[in-house]
């Protein structure tokens, strides 16, 4: 699969600036449907690329392939492409959560371990309530899970818009980091403690964090 | 093309099979076969009907290499596409008459 990507990388570049951009578009568009087979999709993206090449040949324009509305043509042909969840979207999926759980984990673990041992800030052994605990990491990961979806829509939606891509990419970033810390930060605040309590040393959720981090390493060498 | 009825879409669809079922096609030669036909539709229509076409196992699209040295998709009828392409036929022969009938006569 990763030749035709490869091909379509090289083939691209054949394309003047124009047809370029609107082609782009419309691969970033139908790539980002991300629940389609993913052979089908790059297959359609390769006979689109060099039905445009041959009409770019000819001197015609990229309106006789897309119609003057290509989004309109790109989510025609979304909508014909076969469902499938590639398993390589599977394995990325639980390569976000273990990268999230890891990072949060490990972070807030470390931050606790050097206040509580360092500097005397904190107790050096802390209280869980297993509920609380539970609760709170499946909302965190609930909220990745919707904030990813929504990201994909957003660049979807801003596909074949002539606004800068970077301002754009920029922004769904900052929702990107932003966003997961509200959520945590507010479970913290409301979140009642319930569910029977352990108490464990603070470097535990440090430890913790580091097996869910090699776990998403694991996951990526697959990828 | 793509705001035009249902209708049209399946003549479109009709008149894919029968041009798959005479030779292997790949995407752009089936976009020039039409026009030559004198089906003036716009080019880009016949890939989502592709897509659906495969979708629904009429035809089958393979990545091979060309004669000419890059890769494309060849489409081939499949058995169920054969049965299509003649229910498509008998059902169009069957219309085709008293809708011409009807048409001019009320022309006149």
Same mark, same amino acid.
């Given at each position: 699969?990763?030749?035709?990507?490869?091909?379509?990388?090289? !083939?691209?570049?054949?394309?003047?600036?124009?047809?370029?951009?609107?082609?782009?578009?419309?691969?970033?568009?139908?790539?980002?449907?991300?629940?389609?087979?993913?052979?089908?999709?790059?297959?359609?993206?390769?006979?689109?690329?060099?039905?445009?090449? %041959?009409?770019?040949?000819? @001197?015609?324009?990229?309106?006789?392939?897309?119609?003057?509305?290509?989004?309109?043509?790109?989510?025609?042909?979304?909508?014909?492409?076969?469902?499938?969840?590639?398993? !390589?979207?599977?394995?990325?999926?639980?390569?976000?959560?273990?990268?999230?759980?890891?990072?949060?984990?490990?972070?807030?673990?470390?931050?606790?371990?050097?206040?509580?041992? @360092?500097?005397?800030?904190?107790?050096?052994?802390?209280?869980?309530?297993?509920?609380?605990?539970?609760?709170?990491?499946?909302?965190?990961?609930?909220?990745?899970?919707?904030?990813?979806?929504?990201?994909?829509?957003?660049?979807?939606?801003?596909?074949?818009?002539?606004?800068?891509?970077? !301002?754009?990419?920029?922004?769904?970033?900052?929702?990107?980091?932003?966003?997961?810390?509200?959520?945590?930060?507010?479970?913290?605040?409301?979140?009642?403690?319930?569910?029977?309590?352990?108490?464990?040393?603070?470097?535990?959720?440090?430890?913790?964090?580091?097996?869910?981090?090699?776990?998403?390493?694991?996951?990526?060498?697959?990828? | 093309?793509?705001?035009?009825?249902?209708?049209? !879409?399946?003549?479109?669809?009709?008149?894919?099979?029968? %041009?798959?079922?005479?030779?292997?096609?790949?995407?752009?030669?089936?976009?020039?076969?039409?026009?030559?036909?004198?089906?003036?539709?716009?080019?880009?229509?016949?890939?989502?009907?592709?897509?659906?076409?495969?979708?629904?196992?009429?035809?089958?699209?393979?990545?091979?290499?060309?004669?000419? @040295?890059p890769n494309r998709k060849y489409y081939t009828l499949t058995s169920a596409g054969e049965a299509s392409l003649e229910a498509f036929r008998q059902n169009w022969n069957s219309l085709k008459s008293p809708v011409d009938q009807l048409l001019d006569r009320g022309g006149s």
């Open positions: 699969m990763n030749t035709l990507v490869d091909e379509n990388n090289e !083939k691209r570049e054949q394309l003047n600036v124009e047809n370029k951009k609107v082609y782009e578009d419309m691969l970033v568009y139908v790539r980002l449907s991300f629940d389609k087979s993913e052979a089908e999709t790059e297959e359609v993206l390769m006979e689109l690329l060099d039905h445009l090449l %041959i009409l770019q040949e000819e @001197g015609r324009d990229s309106r006789e392939l897309f119609g003057s509305d290509p989004k309109q043509y790109a989510r025609e042909i979304v909508g014909e492409l076969p469902q499938a969840l590639p398993k !390589k979207v599977r394995a990325l999926f639980m390569m976000g959560i273990c990268y999230f759980l890891g990072f949060y984990l490990f972070t807030s673990g470390l931050i606790q371990t050097i206040l509580a041992y @360092g500097f005397h800030h904190l107790e050096q052994t802390k209280t869980y309530s297993l509920g609380t605990t539970i609760v709170g990491l499946i909302m965190g990961v609930a909220a990745l899970a919707i904030l990813a979806y929504s990201v994909f829509r957003y660049i979807q939606w801003s596909c074949f818009r002539h606004t800068s891509k970077i !301002k754009e990419y920029i922004l769904s970033g900052l929702m990107f980091a932003v966003f997961p810390g509200v959520i945590v930060l507010a479970m913290y605040l409301w979140l009642p403690s319930f569910g029977p309590t352990v108490v464990l040393p603070v470097y535990w959720m440090g430890i913790v964090g580091v097996v869910f981090l090699i776990m998403a390493k694991l996951l990526g060498r697959k990828i | 093309m793509n705001e035009r009825s249902q209708l049209l !879409k399946g003549i479109l669809e009709g008149c894919i099979l029968a %041009i798959i079922s005479r030779e292997t096609v790949y995407g752009y030669e089936l976009a020039v076969k039409l026009q030559q036909q004198g089906i003036d539709v716009k080019e880009g229509s016949i890939y989502p009907l592709l897509l659906r076409l495969q979708k629904e196992k009429l035809i089958h699209g393979e990545m091979r290499a060309s004669d000419s @040295g």
